[in-house]
């Protein structure tokens, strides 16, 4: 199921990010794109109502939060006293975010969302990959960041909780 037109209309098929008319669904008609055509029919990089500087934003708008690059320049790692709640290459496309999620909520969410698939190089019972392609609303995605931090903090001892003024029943 993809975006465009259904097989079989008057548009055609869809092959990659490119309409294929009607009328020329015969292989000998069929002229492959070159590389800079295929660039130039790249969409713009909107991602969706969260955008990589919203994401990045937001997971820095939590009590504590800090980014730190351990993997690489190219990867966003978001921790909270020292303990990892988001990872995120934010200049990828489609925008990706891991996020630590309940162990009894992971599956389910795999399972209702194709855009949520198993952490990636992370442990799959207790982290999940959220690709940001439009299926899922922002307000989603967004709580599911602020899951991932209070479960981190949750598990922080007591003082380290109280100096970040987060509070169990205000969540």
């Given at each position: 199921?993809?975006?465009?037109?259904?097989?079989?209309?008057?548009?055609?098929?869809?092959?990659?990010?490119?309409?294929?008319?009607?009328?020329?669904?015969?292989a000998s008609a069929m002229v492959m794109p070159t590389r800079a055509a295929k660039r130039?029919?790249?969409?713009?990089?909107?991602?969706?109502?969260?955008?990589?500087?919203?994401?990045?934003?937001?997971?820095?708008?939590?009590?504590?939060?800090?980014?730190?690059?351990?993997?690489?320049?190219?990867?966003?790692?978001?921790?909270?006293?020292?303990?990892?709640?988001?990872?995120?290459?934010?200049?990828?496309?489609?925008?990706?975010?891991?996020?630590?999620?309940?162990?009894?909520?992971?599956?389910?969410?795999?399972?209702?969302?194709?855009?949520?698939?198993?952490?990636?190089?992370?442990?799959?019972?207790?982290?999940?990959?959220?690709?940001?392609?439009?299926?899922?609303?922002?307000?989603?995605?967004?709580?599911?960041?602020?899951?991932?931090?209070?479960?981190?903090?949750?598990?922080?001892?007591?003082?380290?909780?109280?100096?970040?003024?987060?509070?169990?029943?205000?969540?």
């Amino acid at each position: 199921m993809g975006r465009g037109p259904a097989e079989g209309t008057e548009h055609g098929n869809r092959i990659g990010r490119l309409a294929v008319p009607a009328d020329s669904r015969k292989a000998s008609a069929m002229v492959m794109p070159t590389r800079a055509a295929k660039r130039a029919c790249r969409p713009v990089v909107t991602i969706f109502g969260v955008r990589p500087a919203v994401l990045r934003d937001h997971c820095l708008a939590f009590p504590g939060s800090s980014e730190t690059f351990p993997f690489g320049p190219e990867t966003s790692v978001f921790k909270v006293a020292g303990k990892i709640f988001a990872l995120s290459a934010l200049a990828q496309v489609p925008l990706r975010v891991s996020l630590k999620c309940e162990p009894a909520l992971v599956e389910q969410l795999r399972e209702a969302h194709p855009a949520v698939t198993p952490g990636y190089h992370l442990n799959k019972r207790h982290w999940n990959t959220v690709i940001i392609d439009g299926s899922m609303p922002a307000r989603m995605i967004k709580d599911m960041v602020e899951d991932s931090y209070d479960l981190v903090v949750s598990q922080l001892p007591q003082a380290q909780r109280r100096a970040l003024g987060w509070r169990l029943e205000e969540r």
